[in-house]
């Protein structure tokens, strides 16, 4: 945020934060070991707020959790906000100091009043108002959030309104205070890093700039296109309008991992040439003209990968891979070979991190040996005797501002899931993630567990008896775009109205069959969180 | 305007130790200032990732002016202080104490204090044959653990880890009194029905063997556990982004355990199901050996 995409924070300053707002998270189970961290801050004091339509095993331990309706995030925050301001409770030295844009921010939030926050999003006006307290007077404190934020059609919108909440209070920049996306994925914070993104170079460096992509001409000897790239979702629709008629995947399981699987499936199937690069012949490798076996990044692999707090650590080889099986780098430079590019020579792992190194100015200070020896570096690192940044955006507190704009309020308005409720499909459904499961199963997938329930439908119990269902009993779940089979669970934990699943299971119940793809222009994130469905029982089926 | 920078503190404190001077930060513990002097202190319930509970007091020490022997483990150290650690008085303590837990526990995997029961001389097969042991079947209820109580010293290790200083699940607690005292689950329900989450934290830290990873205990059975073969490889989990450092422990080529570091700035040394034992994938499911 504010210009380089990453966590502003260190774990170790959760521990010592004063209040946290946990905020469309599962971390208890999605990030169990960040939860660690969290429940020692509790331990230490801290007090904790969670904001999620399910009362979760997250929320369990907070002190207040806000059970908003789904997709009434950018209210609620902006309901926060509007508190803050009318008690008069902002920091406007900060605001002064290191923001721009304030006055129309506040113009912005005038309509949410607690009783219309209250309306909004089903919160009690008198919980909105302990929570917006409590952050704004505290001494430090940290808003954390994951895909309960982002797997929305207004993502962007949701990150803006609570970075929004940050700037009003000053809680950014400082130990102990910040924002906090965690990562779903292993490398998802490195894969960015390192420019997997369609309009950076890495290190974060713009693809637009001219001056950026000159430095990266010079050392590969070959001009860079100007364009911006495509991201996952634009790509799908350059695949419909049969402008991408070939795909590359490595490591990527789309063909299972969609909203709206059956349309993705479809154009996928269309394309002229589908190349997959993976470990398992996967969903996706399967409907492949070409399949390259991969061998496994972090066990039989030399490299890197970077985590939530901007760490990057050293991955290792342990075991040799099976087959055929090769490391992505060694496939990646046999292509380029084979297609003349022969300067790519025959690198290394570590000869590709020292080029990097050498191009990208905030990882230009972290050798092999100095990830290995101080247990990774957190970015920004720019020179050999740079210890590593535990926070971010320091800068706003300084006297100087360096010349720098403020970091700007970004004014959002509240707007509902793409897909609203009817008699048709009454219920709503979100999806998420279990503790002993991931993704689309294609590693979990064969790992014993015996606390594993399988894929299966959470549902309030007065829904289940309006609906006369009972507890295991398979059902046919339907939403507009497909119709699945799969057994229900009876939560008292999860709201009347509101239905839960999750897609680690393709193969038994194919969830995103059921999801909505309708998309965040701007992240290339499709709504997974919110589609609407109804619930019937199996014809004949014996209960 | 001031910038916040992260907090430090470094305050010293200088004890002496067997005749010698030591200095170490404030807040650290003698069994701390005995590691900083070069001394090596037998510990069993002591973890560096776990808060003292003074269960075992193998680590005891003479402290000068203190009546009676002091665990190393917990005691903060002091300024001024005068610690001994190899009297007559901390050898015959340490010595007994060994030979306390040898005589009613089965300490043969209890690696770490196969060498201290040597150095002190503990026999503990003097105590006779019929000294208590609990002498039950093997727990095995679920694939990924197993629980063997005559080899449990009650050191509480496995309680910490499940409980407040790293999990917070607390499905394990010690249930009993006297002889009767054991590791248990609530009502002593199985595991997979208890409020276990697998994330093996107590096998992590178990020092005795007691609680196990089923893969060890099978090779083990088999007689096919080799740790001086095996090699171990740091590495990070494959699955979320919090970026947990794994030790593979390879043997034949095969994944047989996984841990964490205790010293480990993200994990200190704990982990979750997936990261514990989401490795399956990698292994070949054809066995490899002949």
Redesign the interface.
């Given at each position: 945020m504010f210009g380089a995409g990453g966590g502003t924070v260190s774990y170790k300053e959760i521990e010592e934060t004063d209040v946290i707002l946990l905020w469309g998270s599962n971390a208890r189970e999605a990030h169990p070991i960040f939860f660690h961290h969290l429940m020692q801050g509790l331990q230490n004091g801290a007090r904790m707020y969670a904001v999620d339509p399910r009362r979760t095993s997250s929320a369990k331990f907070a002190d207040l959790w806000l059970g908003l309706e789904l997709g009434s995030d950018v209210a609620l925050a902006n309901t926060v906000a509007n508190y803050i301001v009318n008690n008069d409770l902002h920091n406007k030295a900060f605001i002064e100091h290191s923001t721009s844009g304030f006055d129309a921010y506040v113009d912005s939030l005038a309509e949410y009043t607690l009783e219309r926050g209250e309306e909004l999003t089903g919160v009690p006006a008198a919980a909105i108002a302990e929570m917006a307290r409590t952050y704004a007077t505290a001494e430090t404190a940290q808003i954390l959030w994951t895909l309960g934020i982002t797997e929305h059609h207004n993502a962007v919108d949701n990150v803006l309104a609570l970075c929004n909440l940050a700037l009003l209070t000053g809680h950014v920049g400082r130990w102990g205070s910040g924002l906090v996306p965690l990562r779903g994925q292993n490398n998802v914070q490195g894969g960015g890093d390192m420019g997997a993104l369609p309009n950076k170079l890495p290190g974060f460096q713009n693809v637009s700039d001219p001056d950026h992509r000159a430095k990266f001409e010079a050392v590969y000897g070959r001009p860079i296109p100007p364009e911006e790239g495509l991201h996952l979702t634009l790509m799908f629709e350059a695949m419909e309008r049969g402008e991408i008629t070939a795909a590359y995947v490595i490591g990527e399981n789309p063909a299972d991992s969609e909203a709206d699987i059956a349309h993705a499936r479809k154009l996928l199937r269309g394309l002229d040439l589908l190349v997959v690069q993976d470990i398992f012949l996967t969903r996706t490798a399967e409907l492949a003209d070409v399949v390259l076996p991969a061998s496994v990044g972090w066990a039989e692999c030399e490299g890197t990968v970077t985590s939530s707090e901007r760490r990057v650590q050293r991955v290792r080889a342990a075991v040799p891979p099976p087959g055929l099986a090769r490391h992505d780098q060694d496939i990646l430079r046999d292509l380029a070979h084979a297609m003349g590019y022969v300067e790519w020579g025959n690198p290394s792992s570590e000869d590709l991190w020292e080029e990097l190194r050498s191009l990208s100015p905030m990882h230009g200070g972290m050798t092999y040996a100095r990830l290995e020896s101080e247990s990774g570096l957190q970015w920004p690192c720019p020179d050999l005797d740079h210890p590593g940044s535990p926070f971010l955006h320091g800068w706003l507190w300084e006297d100087d501002l360096g010349g720098r704009a403020g970091a700007p309020f970004s004014p959002v308005v509240a707007q509902g899931p793409k897909e609203e409720l009817t008699e048709e499909f009454p219920l709503r459904l979100t999806t998420g993630r279990a503790l002993d499961s991931y993704n689309t199963g294609v590693q979990s997938g064969s790992m014993e567990s015996p606390i594993r329930y399988g894929n299966a439908l959470d549902m309030n119990p007065a829904d289940a008896d309006r609906l006369q269902l009972s507890d295991g009993e398979t059902v046919k779940v339907t939403s507009p775009r497909g119709t699945v089979d799969m057994p229900i669970r009876i939560q008292p934990d999860i709201p009347v109205g509101l239905t839960f699943t999750t897609f680690h299971f393709p193969e038994l119940v194919d969830t995103n069959l059921l999801t909505n793809d309708a998309w965040d222009k701007r992240s290339g994130t499709a709504e997974f969180k919110a589609a609407a469905i109804r619930v019937d029982k199996l014809v004949g089926a014996a209960s | 305007?001031?910038?916040?920078?992260?907090?430090q503190t470094e305050t010293m404190v200088t004890l002496t130790i067997d005749g010698a001077a030591v200095t170490v930060p404030e807040g650290s513990t003698v069994l701390d200032a005995c590691s900083a002097a070069g001394i090596d202190t037998p510990t069993l319930c002591y973890a560096e990732n776990l808060t003292p509970v003074n269960a075992c007091r193998v680590c005891v020490v003479e402290q000068e002016g203190s009546r009676t022997l002091v665990p190393s483990c917990s005691r903060q150290a002091e300024p001024d202080m005068e610690i001994k650690t190899d009297t007559e008085r901390v050898r015959h303590s340490r010595k007994m104490v060994l030979e306390f837990l040898g005589s009613g526990v089965d300490l043969s995997q209890a690696d770490q204090l196969h060498g201290w029961m040597d150095h002190y001389g503990a026999e503990p097969d003097r105590y006779g044959s019929d000294a208590i042991r609990i002498n039950e079947d093997v727990k095995i209820?679920?694939?990924?653990y197993i629980r063997d109580y005559d080899k449990c010293v009650l050191c509480y290790k496995c309680v910490e880890a499940c409980g407040?200083d790293?999990?917070?699940t607390f499905a394990i607690a010690v249930s009993g009194r006297g002889f009767d005292a054991r590791i248990s689950t609530e009502f002593d329900v199985t595991?997979?029905d208890s409020a276990?989450?697998?994330?093996g934290n107590c096998v992590g830290v178990c020092p005795t063997g007691a609680i196990q990873f089923k893969t060890e205990y099978d090779l083990r059975e088999a007689d096919d556990w080799r740790p001086e073969e095996q090699?171990v490889?740091?590495?990070?989990?494959?699955?979320?982004?919090?970026?947990?450092?794994?030790e593979?422990h390879?043997q034949d080529?095969?994944?047989v355990k996984v841990t964490s570091p205790a010293d480990?700035?993200?994990?200190?040394g704990?982990?979750?199901?997936?990261?514990r034992?989401?490795?399956?994938?990698?292994q070949?499911?054809i066995e490899r050996r002949p």
């Amino acid at each position: 945020m504010f210009g380089a995409g990453g966590g502003t924070v260190s774990y170790k300053e959760i521990e010592e934060t004063d209040v946290i707002l946990l905020w469309g998270s599962n971390a208890r189970e999605a990030h169990p070991i960040f939860f660690h961290h969290l429940m020692q801050g509790l331990q230490n004091g801290a007090r904790m707020y969670a904001v999620d339509p399910r009362r979760t095993s997250s929320a369990k331990f907070a002190d207040l959790w806000l059970g908003l309706e789904l997709g009434s995030d950018v209210a609620l925050a902006n309901t926060v906000a509007n508190y803050i301001v009318n008690n008069d409770l902002h920091n406007k030295a900060f605001i002064e100091h290191s923001t721009s844009g304030f006055d129309a921010y506040v113009d912005s939030l005038a309509e949410y009043t607690l009783e219309r926050g209250e309306e909004l999003t089903g919160v009690p006006a008198a919980a909105i108002a302990e929570m917006a307290r409590t952050y704004a007077t505290a001494e430090t404190a940290q808003i954390l959030w994951t895909l309960g934020i982002t797997e929305h059609h207004n993502a962007v919108d949701n990150v803006l309104a609570l970075c929004n909440l940050a700037l009003l209070t000053g809680h950014v920049g400082r130990w102990g205070s910040g924002l906090v996306p965690l990562r779903g994925q292993n490398n998802v914070q490195g894969g960015g890093d390192m420019g997997a993104l369609p309009n950076k170079l890495p290190g974060f460096q713009n693809v637009s700039d001219p001056d950026h992509r000159a430095k990266f001409e010079a050392v590969y000897g070959r001009p860079i296109p100007p364009e911006e790239g495509l991201h996952l979702t634009l790509m799908f629709e350059a695949m419909e309008r049969g402008e991408i008629t070939a795909a590359y995947v490595i490591g990527e399981n789309p063909a299972d991992s969609e909203a709206d699987i059956a349309h993705a499936r479809k154009l996928l199937r269309g394309l002229d040439l589908l190349v997959v690069q993976d470990i398992f012949l996967t969903r996706t490798a399967e409907l492949a003209d070409v399949v390259l076996p991969a061998s496994v990044g972090w066990a039989e692999c030399e490299g890197t990968v970077t985590s939530s707090e901007r760490r990057v650590q050293r991955v290792r080889a342990a075991v040799p891979p099976p087959g055929l099986a090769r490391h992505d780098q060694d496939i990646l430079r046999d292509l380029a070979h084979a297609m003349g590019y022969v300067e790519w020579g025959n690198p290394s792992s570590e000869d590709l991190w020292e080029e990097l190194r050498s191009l990208s100015p905030m990882h230009g200070g972290m050798t092999y040996a100095r990830l290995e020896s101080e247990s990774g570096l957190q970015w920004p690192c720019p020179d050999l005797d740079h210890p590593g940044s535990p926070f971010l955006h320091g800068w706003l507190w300084e006297d100087d501002l360096g010349g720098r704009a403020g970091a700007p309020f970004s004014p959002v308005v509240a707007q509902g899931p793409k897909e609203e409720l009817t008699e048709e499909f009454p219920l709503r459904l979100t999806t998420g993630r279990a503790l002993d499961s991931y993704n689309t199963g294609v590693q979990s997938g064969s790992m014993e567990s015996p606390i594993r329930y399988g894929n299966a439908l959470d549902m309030n119990p007065a829904d289940a008896d309006r609906l006369q269902l009972s507890d295991g009993e398979t059902v046919k779940v339907t939403s507009p775009r497909g119709t699945v089979d799969m057994p229900i669970r009876i939560q008292p934990d999860i709201p009347v109205g509101l239905t839960f699943t999750t897609f680690h299971f393709p193969e038994l119940v194919d969830t995103n069959l059921l999801t909505n793809d309708a998309w965040d222009k701007r992240s290339g994130t499709a709504e997974f969180k919110a589609a609407a469905i109804r619930v019937d029982k199996l014809v004949g089926a014996a209960s | 305007m001031t910038i916040a920078e992260v907090p430090q503190t470094e305050t010293m404190v200088t004890l002496t130790i067997d005749g010698a001077a030591v200095t170490v930060p404030e807040g650290s513990t003698v069994l701390d200032a005995c590691s900083a002097a070069g001394i090596d202190t037998p510990t069993l319930c002591y973890a560096e990732n776990l808060t003292p509970v003074n269960a075992c007091r193998v680590c005891v020490v003479e402290q000068e002016g203190s009546r009676t022997l002091v665990p190393s483990c917990s005691r903060q150290a002091e300024p001024d202080m005068e610690i001994k650690t190899d009297t007559e008085r901390v050898r015959h303590s340490r010595k007994m104490v060994l030979e306390f837990l040898g005589s009613g526990v089965d300490l043969s995997q209890a690696d770490q204090l196969h060498g201290w029961m040597d150095h002190y001389g503990a026999e503990p097969d003097r105590y006779g044959s019929d000294a208590i042991r609990i002498n039950e079947d093997v727990k095995i209820q679920d694939s990924l653990y197993i629980r063997d109580y005559d080899k449990c010293v009650l050191c509480y290790k496995c309680v910490e880890a499940c409980g407040d200083d790293a999990q917070m699940t607390f499905a394990i607690a010690v249930s009993g009194r006297g002889f009767d005292a054991r590791i248990s689950t609530e009502f002593d329900v199985t595991l997979p029905d208890s409020a276990c989450v697998y994330c093996g934290n107590c096998v992590g830290v178990c020092p005795t063997g007691a609680i196990q990873f089923k893969t060890e205990y099978d090779l083990r059975e088999a007689d096919d556990w080799r740790p001086e073969e095996q090699s171990v490889t740091q590495t990070v989990c494959s699955y979320c982004g919090v970026g947990c450092n794994l030790e593979l422990h390879v043997q034949d080529e095969k994944i047989v355990k996984v841990t964490s570091p205790a010293d480990h700035s993200v994990t200190h040394g704990h982990l979750c199901i997936k990261g514990r034992f989401g490795w399956t994938y990698v292994q070949p499911t054809i066995e490899r050996r002949p």
